[in-house]
């Protein structure tokens, strides 16, 4: 996690790495009848920021939180979804038949209705064995349900999350079912926080990369995701199926940052029973800022984070804020707009 300290008093502000924003305070004392002396005190006030998106915590849930990963529904009957724009980082891989899944992992804030609830599959393995925590699925293939039992997570599905999970029967079965995080993340038992994911700057910090208007993940079989540069938000507005992807909530998903990962699928793109590669290395392409970096992620083994790095072998850093992580087939294309003047 990230340490900001902010000297105010000395109007100096000095970025330290990684877990707390320190502030400051100054008192000036001591006025004699004959002699002035300035003494300046400090008094240094600490707010924690959440792991997995890099934003103040002065309260430090995250730190008292395990991660909870819910695997969600992407189809078209499962929109509008519950919770999504309060996950901390949204992976959206590739299952059966070219459609995608999400991974929506939560620590800094919870909901009490997240879903629709979906199936395990091998991907979700790779997805969460750098965090740990949660799992919660609707169920699954049993070479899927083999693979996810080897990860340090403690798995929830229908058979075991008791009340946590529920039915909504105003939609049709299986968009229907429901995780309650809140009761979730009571069910876990001892906390394990998260390390982060990412490299986080401050959102003062100048942007880098190439102005992007908006672009588009060019996903097959009808999920081709298109994100557009929100000035006002600082974020990228999500369509999908042609229309703006609103939460059942009526908020507009809009992450601060996302990143496309080039991955080769195991056993093929689509084909059942495949697996995103994510050890190892290839292109990346961050958003961030309304900019772009090209780069590549690297992953040495499967319990370490991925590192994105630019042509130069720099860290590419995001802005403070919800992340999505685009696990796109190798050989598949994003399509990158410039801003419209």
Known sequence: M?????????????????????????????N????????????????????LTGLPDPTR????????????????AAHPQYGLNKADVVYEEIVEGGITRLAAIFN??????????????????????PIGGLFAFSGGAQYALASIATAPVKVFNQSNAGGAMFRDFTRPPPHNLFANAFTLMAMGGKAHPPRP?????????????????SFTVNFTAGYATTFQWNGRTRSWDRSIFGYPDLTADH??????????????????VGVEGSEAVLTGSGPAEVFSAGRL???????????RATAYRSPSGKVIALRPGQTWVELLATGYTVSVYAPKR
């Open 2 to 30: 990230r340490r900001f300290l902010i000297l105010t008093a000395a109007s100096v502000a000095l970025v330290v790495g990684a877990t707390t924003v320190a502030v400051a305070d100054t008192t000036t004392t001591t």
């Open 32 to 51: 004699e009848p004959t002699t002035s002396v300035a003494v300046t005190t400090t008094t240094v006030r600490r707010v924690y920021v959440a792991p």
């Open 293 to 303: 970096q090209k780069g590549r992620w690297f992953r040495s083994r499967i319990g």
């Open 108 to 129: 800094s804030r919870l909901v009490a209705k997240v879903g629709p609830v979906r199936s395990v599959r091998r991907t979700d393995r790779e997805i969460v064995f």
């Open 61 to 76: 849930i995250s730190k008292r939180r395990s991660a909870l990963t819910i695997k969600m529904d992407n189809t078209w």
């Open 197 to 213: 994911l990412f490299t986080y700057v401050p959102r003062s910090s100048p942007a880098k990369g190439a102005p992007v208007g």
């Open 251 to 268: 908020v507009r998903v809009s992450p601060t940052n996302v990143i496309v990962m080039n991955v080769n699928y195991k056993g093929g």
